[in-house]
Nanobody, 126 residues
Framework: QLRLVESGGGLVQPGGSLRLSCAAS????????IGWFRQAPGKEREAVSCISTYYDDGIYADFVQGRFTISRDKANNTVYLQMNNLKPEDTATYYC???????????????????WGQGTQVIVSS
């Protein structure tokens, strides 16, 4: 059974950085799409970034604007989200999701069909 555990959230000042981790276990398919999503209080969940384990190219939401980088540690089945120049509007609970898929053209499919972690909270405030 696919299991995802997020970590790395916390309180950070505007302009600061955090690195979120998503540790995956129970991976049985050849390839996965793994993504980061976030949900702020009173708002809908939105995709932040995702990556395919087939070719490791990241897909990013427009609001990321070059501030975030998604990466993968193959040996440890962990996906990271490096977040720099954080803004107060980045405050949200960040979730990791994954689904067995080879070709990934957007994060949408992961958000619909994926298995989810429990989330990690990010607060950007001075």
């Amino acid at each position: 059974q696919l299991r995802l555990v997020e970590s790395g959230g916390g309180l950070v000042q505007p302009g600061g950085s955090l690195r979120l981790s998503c540790a995956a276990s129970g991976l049985t398919a050849d390839y996965y799409g793994i993504g980061w999503f976030r949900q702020a209080p009173g708002k809908e969940r939105e995709a932040v970034s995702c990556i395919s384990t087939y070719y490791d190219d990241g897909i990013y939401a427009d609001f990321v604007q070059g501030r975030f980088t998604i990466s993968r540690d193959k040996a440890n089945n962990t996906v990271y989200l490096q977040m720099n120049n954080l803004k107060p509007e980045d405050t949200a609970t960040y979730y990791c999701a994954a689904v067995a898929i080879k070709y990934l053209i957007s994060c949408r499919y992961i958000g619909i069909e994926g298995s989810w972690g429990q989330g990690t909270q990010v607060i950007v405030s001075s």
